[in-house]
Structures are given as structure tokens and as C-alpha cells.
């Protein structure tokens, strides 16, 4: 069935991470994290790969992939901006930090920019409540973020 | 000592994040230029705690705990603190202005912790074993191997009263027992530090800080019990965490301390990190060794327990990061020692993450029987922004609010069930007059019903139900009869859900439904909201008298609903106000008011 559909290339690193992993129980996990780390996420032809190289039905990686939310299986952004909704940024203001960022990015949240450049995702405690609200761009932390500071904030990445 | 001044710099990741890295990359640099790298030791620590002031420099043997430092500050804090012996009093933490809170012991936010978990973070190098061993790491663990039977280290427990710190307060010695007893060539020892709960951080900050503690806890639970394998479960979200125990890993094994034959025992042990996925319902034990198997976390009805049959079937303790980080402790200092200390029902501390409207947030420990008085004025310091106390929220969605009350309580597992709410994994969030009771439980239900697996009918459908209650709720839709449907749905999820999730998901309701039923009425009834915060029960509104007509609300407005000439009163269009609260802020002559 893959013969019909495009192949993928892995990287050696991600082949050896694979090959390692391969006879050890419970593998699937650990493996998808790695593809998402190489790939940003988890495309399908990425699942049938990984299908093919663990000897796991293609329904059981999808099973997988959806039940947990850290696994994407769409192209994030260049830059994946991640607002923190645990319960210390909500109290502090985090969702007004998502519907500015909607405002500014003029997209939803889970959706990319059209020049590909920015992702918008509302994200579980990030864990330095200290600094709430908190949000990250491409992993860089920003804490207590105003409204006020978000267009500067994007400016950094453009 | 052998050097002149120690340097710890915070490497929390609430401090990394604010730079703390350029900080301690500063401060290297600097003792070289200034010639004098060879008489100071930087080191960075795990989490202070006192992530409020953050990021965090103490200098030893002075004891001077320098906040909120920058990098540009090391030039001065080599020149006058190492090199001339003069405190950088400007960087001093200075409780409202005074500067006479220079030391620790000093500091109140510290003054009513007793640290058994925490005692390493802040105080050394969590990359680097030596300093673990020269606080009596890894001693425990050699008086396990070779002092200590199976039985003595289990009663040792069972004299401790240790109960497991991540939720639900089961005694551990049992669990470890459990797990001995069963008859199986192969055992497993898991750490869960899947820690879900939004706004709690202390697994986290106890792995930065001081990942020794929880790997020597392992392989002393390995010996007890006789399993040669152990697996720590943690969050993908926490690469601190991970990279610090993959080095402090490597350096047992190096030591002898992890792997075969430790210490030329005879006695074999090793771990392995397996990586969470952003599933809340994974701090369950049965869905978290599914996930470890690398399935779909669903949980399994117990009986049987992990500790009979558990991962891939076979015998398994699995405790929390808290729980373990306190074994060494107790096998160093012996179960009587820790069972003296906090409450009859809970002995030991608690490690809570304080956060929310506080003035101080941080990482906090204390002895079992604080109060929330305590814990929340002389350790957190008060509300934050002068604002009147509303309650304080433990034990995140499984758990419930307590209110001014009850602050006297002192805090144990048993006392916290009894206001309606748990002990949970640690978190303590604190709300002030601005925020809405009926929105807190929203944003609760829709964290569980979000995190629910789906797998059985009352938690699925029960949580779903609840949030649709909520939501008409806060929308002013409400009616009296809502409020008697949430309890009858909530207390049929209690009984008959099959997890802790669909078990606790209610609690958030039930608990504010108790203590604040005014407001939930006035939301039904009134339809309006107090605290001023769910949009569709409140309008913005501009007093003539306080409106001087400069504009700058009208300015600002997205949707342009404000009318009005300069020097003139403004009117808001309420039929076009999209409630975004842009001119409350933007008002400074608080002209305008939220209804």
C-alpha cells in the first residue's frame, strides 16, 4: 500500500535512535518523540515509516498520536508560539494573551500563518508559575507578558 | 573553606528562563577579568524556591541572597561583594523597601520551611554527583546494601508513616510490601513525575535541583523489593528535568552507585526514562504503565494494584517523585525521626507550589499541620496588589477551595478532605476579589472533560454535562434548577467513574457550590457576575462625572463602540461593546466601571 504513496527519507541519527529502540517493549512512544523532534511533527508519511521500520499497524500509531496532545500531526510554524493555560497564568491573564495573539496573528489557535512564519497553540502549565502569564516562542520563555508587549514580542521573530 | 566566596546561581527553569544562564556565564567571565576565578566556585543550583524575586544569586559564606539580579550586574558583584568584601546592597532582597532583609534565615518566605524534599535545591550543583554525595548522598543507600534486611528498610518505612505525595495518601511501606511479597522473577520500580496538575511545578523543581535523591530512592526501593529495573515516567514538557537525570545517571553508573553489581553487592540496578506526552490522566497508575508500554494511557479498575500486577503484569511500585526524594531521608535519619514531625494523621512535609494572586510565588515546604494562614501571609506574603483574599485552591482539578474561614486549618491529608477539598500533588492557588468562583470551576471541568480518556460512560459524558451546565451558566443562561443537576451528576461521577479523574472531576463544583452558592445565584438569579469577569453578565459603562473627554479610550476601542467629542463625556454603544475591557485599562482617570 505505501508503494502508491511518496516516501520519506529519515536522517541516519533518527534511523540508529530506531534501531535501538526496536526490540524494546514500549517503544512507540519514545520513538514518535523522536521523529517529532527531527521533524516538528509527525507527518503520515513519517507514521508509515515508523509503521514499517517497528512492524506496528499504521491504526495503533494514529491511536497513539491522537490520544496524546504533545504529538502534532500538522506542520507547526516556523517559530510555535505557546501560550500557557495552567491555572496560575489563566487567574493572571493568559487568555487575554491568546485572543490578542489571535488578534495580531490573525489566526486561530492551533492554526499556522499563511506565510508560515508563526503557530499559535494554548499549552498546559508550562511550570514557572512564578513568572505567569507565560508564553514561548520556539522555546524561548517570556513571563508576566502584558498586552502591550505581544506586538514586540512577534516583532523579535519576523 | 577552600574558596573565598561560594556562588550559587538559581538554575530553576523559572530562573533559566529569565536568563540565569547569561547570569552564571557573566559571573565566570567576570572572575576571570577581574583575577580572581581561582578563589571562587560558581556553581548553579537547583530551584531557591522563591521564584516571585527570581533570578536568584547567593553568595556564601556571607549568606547574601541577592533578587531579581541581571546579567550586567556580575561586573559589581565580583568587584564589591568577592573582591572588596561589600554586600551589592542594591541587589539585596528588601522586604517593601527596607534593606535589612539580607540573609536567609532572614527572609520570612524562608523562615517557617523545614526542607526534607527540597534539602539540596539551592544548595548544590545538580550536575555534579560529588556534591550529593558530601550532603550524605548515596549513604542510605550503601546502608541498605549492607546493614539493612528487606524487612528492616520496609519497617523502617512503616515506623515513618510516609504516605505517597501524589495525591491520594496510601502508605507507602505497603505498596513496597505488596510488591516484596509477590512471587515474580521480574519486578519494576516506576517514579511518576507526570505531573499534570496546571500550576504545580515541585516534581519538577525536586528533579532540576536534586535528581540524586529520586535515583538513590530507586534503587533502594530495587534491593527492598527485588527488582533489578527501574523507569522514571516524565514529562516530554520538562527537558530540564530530563537532561539533568540523563547526566546524574550516567554519573552513578560511573560511581558504581547504578547498573551491575553496585558497590560490589552483587546487587544489579538500573533506569531507564520513559517520556510522557501531555495526558493529564497519566498521573493515574494504571494509565501511566500503559503509556510506559507504549499504548493509549487508559486506566484499568483496580484490583488488581500495580503492586501485585502492574507494568507488562508483573509486580511494580510506583510512587511519586515527592515520595521518593523523602526515603533517603528516612533511612539516614530512621522512621522515628521523620514520624515526630507534622500531625498525627500526616507525618513529615509537603512540598506546595504557591501561586496565583500571592505576593510571593514559589516552591514551598513545610511541616504536615501549617496552616494556610501561615502559609499563604508569613511564608507568601499576602495577597499581591492589596487585594482582599477570595480562596485558595488545592489540589488542582481533583480538588477544592477553601476560604477565609478555614485558614486556620492545619493542613494534613485528612484535614483538607474534610473541608471538601485534598492534598492533591501540591498545588495552592490563591484567588483575590477579581476572580469569578463559577469561571475557576469552568476552567476546571474543561481541563478535565479536555483530559478525560473517554473510556467510561460517567466521566465522559457526566464531565461533559457539567461543562455544558457551566457554560450556560456563565453565558446568563442559568436557571435555579442547574444548580441541584450539577450535584446530582457530580455525585453519580464520584461514585461511579473508574478513575481518580472522573472520581475527583466534580469536586471543583461541588466544593465552590458549597462554599459560594451566593455567587453561583447571582449569576442565575441576578445575572450578573460579582467579580466582573464573565463577559456576557457585565458592560462597561463610563461615569460622566470622572470622564474629562481626552479620548484615549475612544482611540483605543477595536470595534470603535465609543463616542464622543475632546472635553467631552464619552458614551459607550453597548449594542457594539465586544466587552474586551482594552478602555478599562486605558482609562486613567478611572472613569470607567464594569457592571
Known amino acids: 500500500m505505501s508503494a502508491m504513496k511518496e516516501k520519506i527519507t529519515f536522517s541516519k541519527g533518527l534511523v540508529a535512535f530506531i534501531e535501538k529502540w526496536k526490540e524494546k517493549p514500549g517503544n512507540l512512544i519514545m520513538v514518535l518523540h523522536k521523529v517529532q523532534e527531527e521533524l516538528g511533527y509527525v507527518s503520515r508519511e513519517a507514521a508509515d515509516k515508523v509503521a514499517e521500520m517497528l512492524d506496528i499497524p499504521l491504526a495503533t500509531i494514529y491511536g497513539v498520536l491522537s490520544f496524546y496532545h504533545f504529538f502534532k500531526i500538522t506542520k507547526p510554524g516556523e517559530h510555535n508560539i505557546q501560550v500557557c493555560l495552567g491555572t496560575a497564568c489563566y487567574l493572571k491573564g493568559g487568555e487575554m494573551l491568546v485572543d490578542e495573539l489571535t488578534n495580531l496573528l490573525g489566526i486561530e489557535v492551533g492554526a499556522v500563518t499563511a506565510d508560515g512564519k508563526f503557530s499559535l497553540e494554548g499549552v498546559r502549565c508550562v511550570g514557572c508559575c512564578g513568572l505567569a502569564p507565560v508564553m514561548t516562542v520556539g522555546g524561548e520563555v517570556f513571563g508576566k507578558v502584558t498586552k502591550d508587549q505581544l506586538p514586540g514580542i512577534i516583532a523579535k521573530f519576523k | ?595
Open chain 2, 1 to 595: 573553606m577552600a574558596f573565598r566566596n561560594y556562588i550559587l546561581v538559581c538554575g530553576g527553569t523559572a530562573c533559566e528562563s529569565s536568563k540565569a544562564n547569561a547570569i552564571y556565564e557573566a559571573l565566570v567571565t567576570e572572575s576571570k577579568a577581574q583575577g580572581v576565578a581561582d578563589e571562587v566556585q560558581i556553581v548553579k543550583t537547583g530551584c531557591f524556591g522563591f521564584c516571585e524575586q527570581g533570578p536568584i544569586v547567593k553568595i556564601l559564606p556571607e549568606d547574601s541572597f541577592y533578587v531579581q539580579v541581571k546579567p550586567e550586574d556580575a561586573k559589581e558583584l565580583i568587584a564589591e561583594h568577592v573582591i572588596k568584601g561589600r554586600e551589592v546592597k542594591r541587589l539585596l532582597y528588601a522586604k517593601e523597601g527596607s534593606r535589612k532583609h539580607a540573609k536567609v534565615e532572614d527572609i520570612e518566605f524562608y523562615q517557617k520551611q523545614f526542607r526534607i524534599v527540597l534539602r539540596n535545591c539551592g544548595f548544590i550543583d545538580p550536575e555534579n554527583i560529588d556534591e550529593y554525595i558530601a550532603r550524605e548522598g548515596y549513604a542510605s543507600l550503601e546502608k541498605v546494601l549492607f546493614e539493612m534486611t528487606a524487612e528492616d528498610v520496609i519497617n523502617e518505612l512503616k515506623i515513618a508513616g510516609l504516605r505517597g505525595r501524589g495525591g491520594a495518601g496510601f502508605p507507602t511501606w505497603m505498596k513496597w510490601n505488596f510488591t516484596r511479597q509477590a512471587d515474580s522473577k521480574q519486578k519494576f520500580i516506576v517514579v511518576n513525575a507526570d505531573e499534570g496538575d496546571p500550576g504545580a511545578y515541585m516534581d519538577r523543581s525536586t528533579l532540576e535541583g536534586d535528581p540524586h535523591s529520586v535515583l538513590e530512592a530507586m534503587a533502594i526501593a530495587g534491593k527492598t523489593v527485588g527488582s533489578n529495573q527501574g523507569y522514571i515516567y516524565i514529562r516530554a514538557e520538562y527537558p530540564l528535568a530530563i537532561k539533568r537525570l540523563e547526566i546524574a545517571m550516567a554519573q552513578a553508573r560511573e560511581y558504581g552507585l547504578l547498573g551491575k553489581n553496585i558497590l560490589d553487592s552483587g546487587f544489579d540496578f538500573d533506569i531507564e526514562i520513559r517520556l510522557g506526552a501531555g495526558a493529564f490522566v497519566c498521573g493515574e497508575e494504571t494509565a501511566l504503565l500503559a503509556s510506559i508500554e507504549g499504548r493509549r494511557g487508559m486506566p484499568v479498575p483496580r484490583p488488581p494494584f500495580p503492586a501485585v500486577k502492574g507494568l507488562w503484569g508483573k509486580p511494580t511500585v510506583i510512587n511519586n517523585v515527592e515520595t521518593w526524594a523523602n526515603i533517603p531521608m528516612i533511612i539516614l535519619k530512621g522512621g522515628d525521626w521523620f514520624s515526630k514531625i507534622g500531625t498525627a494523621d500526616s507525618h513529615g512535609t509537603k512540598v506546595f507550589a504557591l501561586t496565583g494572586k500571592i505576593r510571593n510565588s514559589g516552591l514551598v515546604e513545610v511541616p504536615m499541620g501549617t496552616t494556610l494562614r501561615e502559609i499563604i501571609y508569613d511564608i507568601g506574603g499576602g495577597i499581591a496588589n492589596d487585594k482582599e483574599f477570595k480562596a485558595v485552591q488545592t489540589g488542582g482539578p481533583s480538588g477544592g477551595v477553601i476560604t477565609k474561614d478555614f485558614l486556620d486549618t492545619p493542613i494534613d491529608f485528612g484535614s483538607l478532605i474534610k473541608l471538601g477539598s485534598m492534598m492533591g500533588s501540591g498545588g495552592m492557588i490563591v484567588m483575590d476579589e477579581d476572580d469569578c468562583i463559577v469561571d475557576v470551576a469552568k476552567f476546571y471541568l474543561n481541563f478535565t472533560v479536555d483530559e478525560s480518556c473517554g473510556k467510561c460512560a460517567p466521566c465522559r459524558i457526566g464531565g461533559r454535562s457539567l461543562a455544558n451546565l457551566l457554560e450556560k451558566i456563565t453565558k446568563g443562561k442559568g436557571e435555579l434548577a442547574d444548580l441541584d443537576q450539577m450535584v446530582e451528576i457530580g455525585e453519580a461521577m464520584k461514585k461511579a467513574s473508574l478513575c481518580a479523574l472522573g472520581q475527583t472531576a466534580p469536586n471543583p463544583i461541588l466544593s465552590t457550590l458549597h462554599y459560594f452558592r451566593d455567587e453561583y445565584l447571582a449569576h442565575v438569579v441576578d445575572k450578573k457576575c460579582p467579580a466582573g469577569k464573565c463577559k456576557s453578565l457585565i458592560s462597561y459603562n463610563i461615569l460622566a462625572d470622572k470622564c474629562i473627554g481626552c479620548t484615549a479610550c475612544a482611540r483605543k476601542c477595536p470595534v470603535g463602540a465609543i463616542a464622543g467629542e475632546r472635553r467631552e463625556v464619552h458614551v459607550i454603544d453597548q449594542a457594539a461593546c465586544i466587552k474586551c475591557g482594552v478602555c478599562f485599562e486605558t482609562c486613567k482617570f478611572g472613569a470607567i466601571e464594569v457592571r
